[in-house]
């Protein structure tokens, strides 16, 4: 119910793309026709390698961030939450496992907790049965 409701610009965003192209990012027409306000056009690659740290710069935050940068922060978040690596790949496109592995190698704070409780939990065991 707010002006700057995510859903509600994307779905106003939805609206005025042009029928006729496939594609969510597609080239701005100069002035807007029938309420269609892109071409039936996609974004080229070189515009749409650009998108983030353009939205970066203009939004004035402090770090620039990429295209690149979003791909790896969904890698990273994705295994942090153990979803299977084949579930992370049909979303980020990566081709094979082991791309994923520079992402997602890093053990997590939570991850590291329960590998702790996990040992201490053997040692206990092991202390008991020695008495």
């Known amino acids: 119910g ?6 509600r610009s994307f779905v106003k965003l939805i609206r005025r793309l042009n029928p006729h192209c496939p594609r ?5 027409r100069t002035s807007p026709k029938d309420g269609v ?3 039936n056009i996609a974004v080229g690659h070189n515009g749409l390698g650009l998108f983030m740290q353009t939205i970066s710069k203009i939004s ?9 940068s979003c791909r790896a922060t969904t890698v990273s ?4 939450a153990q979803i299977p690596s084949r ?15 520079t ?3 890093r053990t997590d704070e939570k ?21």
């Open 103 to 105: 992402y997602s190698g």
């Open 24 to 28: 969510l990012f597609q080239q701005p």
């Open 77 to 80: 978040v994705l295994d942090a």
């Open 87 to 101: 579930h992370i790949m049909s979303v980020t496109g990566h081709k094979a496992e082991s791309s994923l592995k």
């Open 111 to 131: 991850t590291k907790k329960i590998m702790s409780e996990k040992i201490s939990e053997k040692i206990r065991e092991k202390n008991l049965c020695n008495l």
């Open 60 to 68: 004035g935050i402090s770090t620039i961030y990429t295209n690149h």
């Open 2 to 7: 707010i002006d700057r409701c995510p859903i």
């Open 37 to 39: 306000y892109f071409n």
